[in-house]
């Protein structure tokens, strides 16, 4: 299947929102209470995407993945909340499960690793729930480094999340 990867505009906002929600129902089901998956809804989603898109922090990108259906996926980020020197923090990066299996996750995690090197970032960390475990695998065969969990708030009380970093951003932007 052909995919092609390109930065998000306001115009995106609602497809997003779609992706976000559709990506979020399966990839949560069971980890996140299904009240809170339920009450997720494209109105509101669409009007978070748009004032970020609309006026984007410094440093901050999204890039969207789509097929010949429209968009299937998504990566987001900016400057590391941690304010780390020189390191950025992916919030964000979602792939629809009926586009998973093709690279797609990869791609738009170093498409957007090679954004924020543009944007002079020299390390990249993200965070996932800890019991996201397809997820984990994935960062940690791209090279991530797993750190102890960590209580937050989240939907419905506290989750539990595992920050990967990558101490040198070209561990990423040199992958294919």
Same mark, same amino acid.
């Given at each position: 299947?052909?995919?092609?990867?390109?930065?998000?505009?306001?115009?995106?906002?609602?497809?997003?929102?779609?992706?976000?929600?559709?990506?979020?129902?399966?990839?949560?089901?069971?980890?996140?209470?299904?009240?809170?998956?339920? @009450?997720?809804?494209?109105?509101? !989603? %669409?009007?978070?995407?748009?004032?970020?898109?609309? =006026?984007? #922090? *410094?440093? +901050?990108? $999204?890039?969207?993945?789509?097929? @010949?259906?429209?968009?299937?996926? !998504? %990566?987001?980020?900016?400057?590391?909340?941690?304010? =780390?020197? #020189? *390191?950025? +923090?992916? $919030?964000?990066?979602?792939?629809? @499960?009926?586009?998973?299996?093709?690279?797609?996750?990869?791609?738009?995690?170093?498409?957007?690793?090679?954004?924020?090197?543009?944007?002079?970032?020299?390390?990249?960390?993200?965070?996932?729930?800890?019991?996201?475990?397809?997820?984990?695998?994935?960062?940690?065969?791209?090279?991530?480094?797993?750190?102890?969990?960590?209580?937050?708030?989240?939907?419905?009380?506290?989750?539990?999340?595992?920050?990967?970093?990558?101490?040198?951003?070209?561990?990423?932007?040199?992958?294919?």
């Amino acid at each position: 299947m052909q995919h092609v990867i390109f930065p998000a505009g306001p115009g995106d906002a609602e497809d997003l929102a779609r992706v976000h929600i559709q990506s979020w129902r399966e990839t949560y089901q069971g980890l996140l209470p299904d009240s809170f998956l339920n @009450r997720m809804t494209v109105p509101v !989603y %669409a009007r978070r995407f748009a004032a970020s898109l609309i =006026r984007p #922090g *410094e440093k +901050e990108a $999204t890039l969207v993945a789509a097929d @010949r259906s429209g968009l299937v996926g !998504y %990566a987001a980020g900016g400057p590391s909340r941690s304010k =780390r020197a #020189g *390191e950025a +923090e992916v $919030t964000t990066l979602y792939v629809l @499960r009926t586009a998973q299996g093709y690279g797609l996750g990869r791609r738009l995690l170093c498409d957007i690793a090679r954004v924020f090197a543009a944007n002079e970032a020299t390390s990249l960390m993200l965070s996932v729930l800890r019991d996201n475990i397809p997820a984990r695998g994935f960062y940690e065969h791209l090279g991530g480094q797993a750190e102890a969990p960590r209580r937050e708030p989240g939907p419905g009380g506290v989750t539990y999340e595992v920050s990967y970093r990558w101490p040198d951003i070209r561990m990423l932007t040199k992958t294919a």
